[in-house]
Nanobody
Framework: VQLQASGGGSVQTGGSLRLSCLGS????????MGWSRQAPGKQRELVAS??????TNYADFAKGRFTIERDSKNTVYLQMNNLQPEDTAIYYC???????????WGQGTLVTVSS
């Protein structure tokens, strides 16, 4: 499984970005895709995830500002609104599937929010 993330960039406080992730390879019909992020000097943290049957999970900081969307078993998007400087991080797409919930990670896309 390979995951290709795109859509990062630089915005000012209050701006918006839309991240996209396209998966390829042996992707199961049932899976969970999502986004995590890692800011400089901090641990990686979950932003949001969504299953193929529509179940979603958001970090508290993402609720009300970020929306995770899916339109197929191998794509996931993250619409980020009202971005704040503390949202600056590398955002990683991930996919989890299979009996043992194996994780696959994309290469990351940088989001920079300036004040």
């Amino acid at each position: 499984v390979q995951l290709q993330a795109s859509g990062g960039g630089s915005v000012q406080t209050g701006g918006s970005l839309r991240l996209s992730c396209l998966g390829s390879g042996n992707i199961f019909n049932t899976n969970t895709m999502g986004w995590s992020r890692q800011a400089p000097g901090k641990q990686r943290e979950l932003v949001a995830s969504k299953t193929t049957v529509g179940g979603t999970n958001y970090a508290d900081f993402a609720k009300g500002r970020f929306t995770i969307e899916r339109d197929s078993k191998n794509t996931v998007y993250l619409q980020m609104n009202n971005l704040q400087p503390e949202d600056t991080a590398i955002y990683y797409c991930h996919l989890r599937q299979g009996t043992y919930s194996r994780y696959f990670w994309g290469q990351g896309t940088l989001v920079t929010v300036s004040s």
